[in-house]
């Protein structure tokens, strides 16, 4: 068989979605990450700016013996799969990614089922299984093996699958046949850009599609990565996200025209039970050990025990929900002075 015949139904084995390829070659959009981090755009996400960043632009940073990299698509499951109790004012948002397994154990697991069978068929060979956590310019790359354009969300967008899925990375020393990147399909659509409800996605010339991140004012930043007060004027609104945000994603064409359910033997983890959408004052009386023993293995627990307290008690404030009150008014009176806060807050916006 061709290799890019073997690469596809190993890809599509160990559960991917998509395969593809590019050189393991220094990214010309180094300078432009550079100087959106450099402006401070990056916010709280201290890991993009701190001694990690100077490597992100070559993966053979990572690997020194690099030749190619293999950038695999792992399909997750989308909005369209919601509980019907998502219009429900008292229940929370957690974004779809985080209903299941943490992702990262097991798009990893399938990369090195694929770098096995490299090796099986082509000979030993160097390699390194990457997904986000290790410093390399994900979008960049997976922009320039084929999987997709970055479109004005900064998500990483196909025709085909639109962005609902991750991405994960096979850094290896064997010479692979490159794909070439697709063409900017965003148009002069906007959707994602008016829908956020922090504007987020703010205008500079210089960017692609002339859009950049300020994660600074990201639902999903706040919500997962910030560690200490969520800015006021912020707040309301947030709605009732408790971790992470969709918008973007929900209202963008190409994900909106296709059916986001990825088939059954190619899906994630099943959610779990009590996170989708959960009602937000069960979720404001949870304990430490509960909390770990609900969203144990999930995404979920990045935001930690206080962080995801302030983020439900913002969004109770947001819900409009009078009756909220009576949970609320333990969590103002909470040990951790973050929580009391935003407790107060939102007790406060109740009243108002």
């Not at 706040?222 to 971790?243: D, V």
Request: with cysteine; net charge neutral; hydrophobic share 40%.
């Amino acid at each position: 068989m061709m290799q890019r015949e073997l690469l596809t139904r190993w890809a599509t084995d160990a559960g991917f979605a998509r395969v593809g390829v590019t050189p393991a070659l220094p990214l010309e959009e180094f300078a432009a990450f550079s100087d959106w981090s450099q402006r401070g755009l990056a916010g709280p996400m201290t890991y993009l700016t701190d001694r990690r960043a100077a490597v992100r632009g070559n993966p053979r940073h990572l690997l020194s013996t690099a030749r190619s990299l293999l950038c695999v698509a792992y399909s997750y499951t989308g909005p369209s799969a919601a509980s019907p109790d998502f219009d429900d004012a008292g229940r929370a948002w957690i974004s779809c990614y985080a209903w299941g397994d943490d992702y990262h154990d097991i798009v990893k697991k399938g990369l090195e089922q694929v770098a096995t069978r490299m090796a099986n068929a082509w000979g030993a060979h160097d390699w390194r299984a990457c997904v986000d956590t290790a410093p390399l310019l994900e979008r960049g790359y997976a922009r320039l093996a084929g999987l997709g354009w970055i479109g004005r969300n900064q998500c990483l967008i196909d025709e085909r699958s639109g962005s609902w899925f991750f991405i994960g990375f096979l850094l290896t020393s064997h010479e692979l046949l490159p794909d070439s990147p697709p063409p900017d399909r965003c148009g002069t659509c906007r959707r994602c850009i008016d829908a956020c409800p922090t504007a987020a996605l703010v205008p500079n010339p210089a960017a692609p599609g002339g859009w950049e991140l300020d994660a600074r004012l990201c639902i999903s930043t706040l919500t997962i990565e910030t560690r200490g007060s969520i800015p006021e004027p912020l707040r309301a609104a947030m709605g009732r996200h408790i971790f992470g945000c969709d918008i973007c994603q929900e209202v963008c064409p190409w994900n909106r025209r296709l059916l986001r359910l990825p088939e059954p033997d190619r899906a994630p983890a099943p959610p779990r039970d009590g996170i989708v959408s959960p009602p937000l004052d069960r979720l404001a009386a949870l304990t430490p050990q509960e909390f770990q023993a609900l969203f144990r293995g999930t995404p979920v627990t990045r935001a930690r025990y206080h962080g995801f307290l302030r983020n439900v008690a913002v969004a109770m404030g947001n819900s409009g929900v009078p009756s909220f009150r009576k949970s609320l008014e333990p969590l103002a009176r909470h040990e951790n002075a973050m929580v009391a806060e935003h407790a107060q807050w939102a007790l406060e916006r109740l009243a108002g």
